[in-house]
T-cell receptor, first 112, second 112 residues
Framework: DQQVKQNSPSLSVQEGRISILNCDYTNSMFDYFLWYKKYPAEGPTFLISISSIKDKNEDGRFTVFLNKSAKHLSLHIVPSQPGDSAVYFCAASPRNTGKLIFGQGTTLQVKP | DGGITQSPKYLFRKEGQNVTLSCEQNLNHDAMYWYRQDPGQGLRLIYYSQIVNDFQKGDIAEGYSVSREKKESFPLTVTSAQKNPTAFYLC???????????FGQGTRLTVV
């Protein structure tokens, strides 16, 4: 039972354009959401997060949007750069559990 | 400087042997986690611990064991009962809120 789903295995965008990565979840007990970036053979690195009491959080080129009614969040990268090419994982934390549950990941390729 | 260290980076073992993966953190984090990454399946939670001498099973705990004798250390043993042990293993740590977990660089285990 996949509680956090990233339905697009891959995404390709042109440098300078917007990259939009999507994530859906099923558990209404999730109260914190995160995005991680991962290069091959390395550990994921934290990018940006959002609490369930907010619907938007922005950090430089990265913005995360949360739609609680749709149980959907998205990561926008503007403008996209070739160095952004990596696998992006969304993750969710159920309230008071200390767990992080990850989606399957989306491979982003930014073409010069 | 602070961080989370996994060793070794690459590990080869014969089928039927137990093997222990090391994870150490000096971030003073209470929570520690073990994840497994397989192609196309994202990160799946094996075990997690929020306090010394206590740990909980994640989604795929069968065939694995852990211990948490010290706050800084959370070793994972892959036993011979694990049917498909070849994978990339990631250790992480966080504060008790479970947000913004920091990952190690991973251990690639290959069982031949």
């Amino acid at each position: 039972d996949q509680q956090v789903k990233q339905n697009s295995p891959s995404l390709s965008v042109q440098e300078g354009r917007i990259s939009i990565l999507n994530c859906d979840y099923t558990n209404s007990m999730f109260d914190y959401f995160l995005w991680y970036k991962k290069y091959p053979a390395e550990g994921p690195t934290f990018l940006i997060s959002i609490s369930s009491i907010k619907d938007k959080n922005e950090d430089g080129r990265f913005t995360v949007f949360l739609n609680k009614s749709a149980k959907h969040l998205s990561l926008h990268i503007v403008p996209s750069q070739p160095g952004d090419s990596a696998v992006y994982f969304c993750a969710a934390s159920p309230r008071n559990t200390g767990k992080l549950i990850f989606g399957q990941g989306t491979t982003l390729q930014v073409k010069p | 400087d602070g961080g989370i260290t996994q060793s070794p980076k690459y590990l080869f073992r014969k089928e039927g042997q137990n093997v222990t993966l090391s994870c150490e953190q000096n971030l003073n984090h209470d929570a520690m986690y073990w994840y497994r990454q397989d192609p196309g399946q994202g990160l799946r939670l094996i075990y997690y611990s929020q306090i010394v001498n206590d740990f909980q099973k994640g989604d795929i705990a069968e065939g694995y064991s852990v211990s948490r004798e010290k706050k800084e250390s959370f070793p994972l043993t892959v036993t011979s009962a694990q049917k498909n042990p070849t994978a990339f293993y990631l250790c992480a740590s966080s504060t008790l809120t479970g947000t913004e977990a920091f990952f190690g660089q991973g251990t690639r285990l290959t069982v031949v």
